[in-house]
């Protein structure tokens, strides 16, 4: 196994893009050391400022947050030239031109979607030492948490109970469910949810209960049979049932979790037993 330049040690957070973990050594004893990770800390914003006539100061439009650009940076070592030529077809395979996961490991883990968006530059500096730097985008750029939550609810109900006229001794026990979750957010901004609502139910709802006390709700105009699934990406803004569009039969507000959390509830113009609500989430961060 090749030596590490004196004074050199692997040190500060691991990182791992696609197949490579840098900060650590891989099956072929290849040593991945990652020296610069930019653009991690915070994307550009977009927004539009208009000066006012007559007036000081300017009008300022929405700020929404750009793509995130990465640019990772390092050097790998590795033990003879065959692992170092295969290091450099690894290093090529991470940065892929399709999806890929590049997650950090601060304190609290987080994860970006990522694509390569420049040339990689690989640059042997001998036979057994590369220099190397990719460039990445994210086209979302909040950094999610790593852990994909999950959460059902049935919609609200009571059964059992006492039921009178009924002679003591008296058994009081009933069965409730509660028709909503909660969905943490630890992050700093905005996540969305996707949500499945599975049949039978008829013209179900999903509504969002803020912090603030403010509700907003999602309504679906039409009826889902025993086994059709609602599957709706709130960021996207798409409905589906068995793969086709019910984007028609939905109004309202599509729901979101704010920094901090929400509930999110389910309900019916009628009440059936069997339907269920499930949302599956990750917190975020710009």
């Known amino acids: 196994m090749a030596a590490l330049p004196p004074g050199f040690a692997f040190s500060g957070m691991p990182i791992q ?9 891989d099956e072929e004893g290849v040593h ?17 400022v208009t000066p006012r006539e007559a007036a000081h100061g ?41 999806d890929t996961t590049l997650t950090v490991w601060e ?7 990522v694509r390569r968006s420049g040339k990689v530059l690989a640059e042997r500096m001998t036979d057994r030492v590369l220099d190397w730097s990719v460039l990445l985008t994210a086209p979302d750029p909040r950094r999610y948490g790593t852990t994909l939550r999950t959460a059902s609810t049935g919609l609200p109900s009571t059964t059992g109970g006492l039921v009178l006229p009924a002679a003591p001794p008296w058994t009081l026990s009933a069965a409730t469910v509660s028709g909503f979750l909660q969905a943490d957010n630890e992050g700093s901004i905005v996540s969305y949810p996707g949500l499945t609502i599975t049949g ?20 679906y105009n039409g009826e889902l049979a025993n086994g059709d699934v ?12 068995g793969g086709a569009s019910r984007r028609r039969n939905l109004s309202g507000d599509w729901p979101q979790i704010p920094p901090g959390g929400a509930q999110i509830l389910f309900g019916a113009a009628v009440y059936s037993a069997t339907a269920t609500l499930t949302a599956a989430w990750r917190p975020a961060w710009t």
């Open 107 to 113: 304190t609290i883990p987080k994860q970006l979607t």
């Open 32 to 48: 991945w050391h990652c020296s610069t990770i930019s653009g991690w800390d915070s994307p550009d914003v977009k927004t539009t």
């Open 200 to 219: 039978p139910v008829q013209q179900p709802t999903v509504s969002v209960r803020y912090p603030d006390g403010t509700v907003t709700a999602l309504a």
């Open 230 to 241: 609602l599957t709706l990406a709130t960021d996207t803004h798409t409905a589906t049932v």
């Open 17 to 25: 893009l696609g197949g490579i973990t840098f900060g650590q050594v």
């Open 58 to 98: 300017s009008w300022m439009s929405p700020v929404y947050l750009a793509e995130r650009v990465v640019t990772l940076a390092g050097k790998a070592f590795a033990p003879d030239r065959g692992a170092m030529d295969r290091a450099m077809e690894h290093l090529l395979a991470a940065a892929s031109l399709t």
